[in-house]
């Protein structure tokens, strides 16, 4: 029984050569995070500046 759950083990533990699917799947979810997260930076921003120059353009 010790011999199998050994195997098991070293089985589960063992690396394995198709962990690059897997880090391309996490990059790819990290690019999509960081592009979201510019988007919604860019159009907060963009809107706050678009307010912030006609309210100057209209006391001009």
Known sequence: MIE??????A???A???DEKG?????YGLLVALIA?????VV???GTNLKD???EIGSKI
């Open 22 to 26: 897997a880090t391309a799947v996490e």
């Open 15 to 17: 690396e394995r050569d």
């Open 4 to 9: 199998i759950y050994c195997k098991f083990m």
């Open 11 to 13: 089985f589960m533990t």
């Open 43 to 45: 159009a907060t921003v």
């Open 52 to 54: 912030t120059f006609t």
């Open 36 to 40: 979201a997260v510019i988007i919604g």
